[in-house]
């Protein structure tokens, strides 16, 4: 079983750019699909980003499509989020998500972290 855990989060101005880094405390990501996803507290959870166990890009949302970068490194046993361009609409808080490959639901969610993007 893999627990994800998040890192990266904090205080950024409007425009700024931040990494995310999302790593295990459990088994290793490396055979895991692992996603992004982010949420404010009065909507749903918003999809970002995913990758393959072998690095593969499998989609951005909307939202921050042509401004976010995901990739890993199995080495590392780190799955790494990046987003240029921040805007205030960007403030949430954000999970790492970890599942089977063959499996349509991930199983694994962080406990995230706080992005707070400052006008």
């Known amino acids: 079983q893999v627990q994800p855990v998040e890192s990266g989060g904090g205080w950024i101005q409007t425009g700024g750019s931040l990494r995310l880094s999302c790593t295990t405390s459990?088994?290793?990501?490396?055979?895991?699909?692992v996603g992004w996803y982010r949420q404010v507290s009065t909507k749903e959870r918003e999809f970002l980003s995913a990758?393959?166990?072998?690095?593969?890009?499998?989609a951005y949302g909307d939202s921050v499509k042509g401004r976010c970068t995901i990739s890993r490194d199995n080495g590392k046993n780190t799955v790494y989020l990046q987003i240029n361009n921040l805007k205030p609409e960007d403030t949430a808080v954000y999970y790492c998500?970890?599942?089977?490959?063959?499996?349509?639901?991930?199983?694994?969610w962080g406990q995230g972290t706080q992005v707070t993007v400052s006008s």
């Open positions: 459990g088994r290793t990501f490396g055979t895991y699909v």
């Open positions: 990758i393959t166990s072998s690095g593969i890009v499998m």
């Open positions: 998500a970890a599942r089977e490959p063959m499996n349509m639901k991930y199983e694994y």
